[in-house]
Nanobody, 120 residues
Framework: QVQLVESGGGLAQPGGSLRLSCVIPETIFGHSDMGWYRQIPGKERESVAVIDRSGQPTYADLVKGRFTISRDVAQRTVYLQMNSLKPEDAAVYFC??????????????WGQGTQVTISS
């Protein structure tokens, strides 16, 4: 069973920083787009940042210039560095991986979610 293991959520003050980490299994890491989504209760899950198989990142407009996605191939880990946090960034953050088993078809996997709370 494929399991994405997240860590790094918690409490931060407005203007503060947090870093999320997600370890992705070796069986899927090398052929996956990966990234982070977030969800607020009562709202749909939304994309925050994704890094594709070539290493190209894309960001939601709301986080551009504040969040940075990166990956460590040796550690099979994708990171989300969140700076200048705002109260509206509070959400459950989910790690995501889309594993391509051929050119067009993929399986999607999700982490269990990690809570990010922003409060002074």
């Amino acid at each position: 069973q494929v399991q994405l293991v997240e860590s790094g959520g918690g409490l931060a003050q407005p203007g503060g920083s947090l870093r999320l980490s997600c370890v992705i299994p070796e069986t899927i890491f090398g052929h996956s787009d990966m990234g982070w989504y977030r969800q607020i209760p009562g709202k749909e899950r939304e994309s925050v940042a994704v890094i594709d198989r070539s290493g190209q990142p894309t960001y939601a407009d709301l986080v551009k210039g504040r969040f940075t996605i990166s990956r460590d191939v040796a550690q099979r880990t994708v990171y989300l560095q969140m700076n200048s946090l705002k109260p509206e960034d509070a959400a459950v953050y989910f790690c995501y991986a889309a594993h391509y088993y051929n050119k067009y078809d993929r399986d999607e996997y999700w982490g269990q979610g990690t809570q990010v709370t922003i409060s002074s």
